[in-house]
């Protein structure tokens, strides 16, 4: 499944849906360009949330809280402007291990985290919290900063 997402990235990428006013600040038309990329790679219908919107200058590191639970798995998925040459994505339990990370060399990574039905105190019928930290990680911007969106869909 994870090969499917990282492929629909790619194609959506080489198929040249960014442009210009999709470069450098976060304004009004790279918000757009962003979530047409966004929509492309996880549809609004399994979408937890809003898109979140922000800006990275390269090194930079923002730090997103999402409440999970035990009995769904989870896409994160991220995009960045035509500045952008490499956007990491790692996904953390609530002791900070690390549960998966796209740190592949591009602009458009996606980590999935799958339900955890076996963890200490699991039951398989109730929706138990899962805290998780999302670190959205700007390995190469040619830019003094990037903008960058990103969403989480849910799947049974």
Not at 114 to 124: K, M, N
């Amino acid at each position: 499944m994870r090969a499917k997402w990282a492929v629909i990235a790619l194609v959506a990428t080489s198929a040249g849906l960014t442009g210009a006013a999709y470069a450098g600040k976060l304004t009004k038309a790279a918000e757009a360009e962003i979530r047409k990329m966004i929509d492309i790679v996880a549809p609004s219908g399994d979408r937890i949330g809003a898109i979140q919107y922000g800006e990275l200058s390269t090194g930079g590191m923002a730090s997103i809280s999402f409440e999970g639970d035990q009995l769904h798995e989870y896409y994160f998925n991220a995009t960045c402007d035509d500045d952008c040459g490499d956007l990491n994505l790692a996904v953390l339990d609530a002791a900070g291990v690390e549960l998966d990370v796209d740190d592949a060399d591009d602009a458009a990574p996606v980590v999935e985290v799958l339900a955890d039905r076996t963890a200490p105190g699991a039951d398989e019928d109730k929706a138990n919290p899962r805290p998780m930290t999302i670190e959205v990680r700007m390995i190469a911007c040619k830019a003094a900063t990037c903008a960058y969106g990103f969403a989480v869909t849910r799947t049974e």
